[in-house]
């Protein structure tokens, strides 16, 4: 897939079944718009069952990226794929909840590994 207009595009990686995606720095609302695109067409188009987003290298999530994360996990959720958001720094987590933005539908992980486990099946 092209990035927009030019734009870097955000990497999406594929482990197995599990999509991960690993944003960093500062995430222009178009580039948020074709990550939110990415995802979803390659959960329609493969057989992937969770995505992984990691926000560790994310100093500042405004209320636009909140509510584009927001909907990754309600088009993931249609789309039989769950998702975990991992990573979140503490000034984020603070910002999100004064922001009101409770992002339905995502779950939370502290880290990447932590996130797999959370989306691995479980073991008998």
């Not at 955000?10 to 482990?15: F, R, Y």
């Amino acid at each position: 897939m092209q990035p927009l207009s030019g734009q870097a595009q955000v990497p999406v990686l594929a482990l197995g079944d599990i999509l991960l995606v690993s944003l960093q720095g500062e995430l222009h609302d178009g580039m948020a718009e074709q990550l939110q695109h990415d995802i979803s067409s390659r959960i329609a188009t493969s057989s992937v069952t969770g995505v992984v987003i990691d926000i560790s290298g994310v100093d500042i999530v405004d209320s636009f990226l909140g509510r584009v994360l927001a909907e990754i996990a309600s088009t993931a959720r249609l789309l039989a794929a769950r998702t975990v958001l991992a990573g979140m720094r503490p000034a984020v987590a603070i910002t999100l909840v004064e922001l009101g933005l409770t992002l339905p539908g995502l779950a939370t992980a502290l880290d990447v590994d932590r996130a797999l486990e959370l989306l691995s099946p479980e073991e008998s």
